[in-house]
């Protein structure tokens, strides 16, 4: 794919998120490849400063419920992306829990994002912000399937992620248009490398995933 193709405009991303078409064939919301390539950043940093400074990490027993025993072998975007084919979650549900992740990571100061715990916060955020922002859903035990985890392992995650963010999930017009400005100049400043280098890396994978995809849809199941 030529690099021409692969260019993300913050007014592209604002579109995306605000008048996003929701066909069943309607294509990856570019809000993910901007989140992954924003996680992917913070957790470099982190890994440097835990690597400094061996007191940086989290002390709260209860933060480790998203550590998994394996790192997971997908990357970010492959995992968002997975997300939203079978959940269908809109460019909305990705921003507020872009929002949820920076409230939890605030709200616990000792947590840091790394490559055991992301995509298991990740899972668990998009599934709470879902049902926050979205009129139907699917259950638990969906997400759960769909994140390759146990139901019980994410209700226990939901759980605990509520508490630890004090139950604090509500986000405002003037917040949520706050974390879209910040989306956007992570694409006008210092984020389009970083962002075409992943969207290139997907397409990669993507080409993998669709000569092994012989899935069969699963039934939307409505609460």
Known sequence: ????????????LRSDVYSYSYQDDSKTPLVINVLASLIERSMARNERIVKNCRWALSKDIRTRVFDCHETPDMTIESYLERIFRYTRAGPSVYVVAYVYIDRFCQTNPGFRINATNVHRLLVTTIMVASKYVEDMNYRNSYFAR????TTE????????????MKFKLHVNV????SYCSHLEREVSIGGGYHIE??????????ARQNEERGYTQIARVML
């Open 174 to 177: 003037s917040v949520f248009e």
């Open 153 to 164: 392992e994410l209700n226990t995650m939901e759980l605990e992620f509520l508490f630890l």
């Open 1 to 12: 794919m030529a690099s021409s193709q692969l260019t993300i405009s913050p007014r592209k």
């Open 197 to 206: 280098r992943t969207l290139r890396c997907a397409e990669e994978i993507k």
């Open 146 to 149: 769909v994140g390759g985890l």
